[in-house]
């Protein structure tokens, strides 16, 4: 086979590869956000800004100072084992 036809059929298989993999990441972006717009429409975010509505809530408030107690203790472990 000659050079130019080498050349050729490697510009062929490139452009070819090339645009496989166009296609299919288009088709990716294009999926991913039908996803996401159907997912917005069937699940909408919660506002967060509300406030609690249960007593349940008000106990997570304990636990969350306990926790960060525990978190602060291990910090400080930590930060007095590297000195």
Known sequence: ????????????????????????LTLLVIVTALMSMLIRRWLPEEDATSP???ASNTSSIDVDGR????I????DKHRSRIK
Request: glycine content about 12%.
């Open 67 to 70: 926790v960060l107690a525990i």
């Open 1 to 24: 086979m000659s050079e130019g036809v080498l050349i050729e059929q490697g510009l062929d298989l490139m452009l070819y590869g090339m645009g496989t993999v166009f296609i299919f």
């Open 72 to 75: 602060q203790a291990a910090i």
């Open 52 to 54: 609690p509505t249960s």
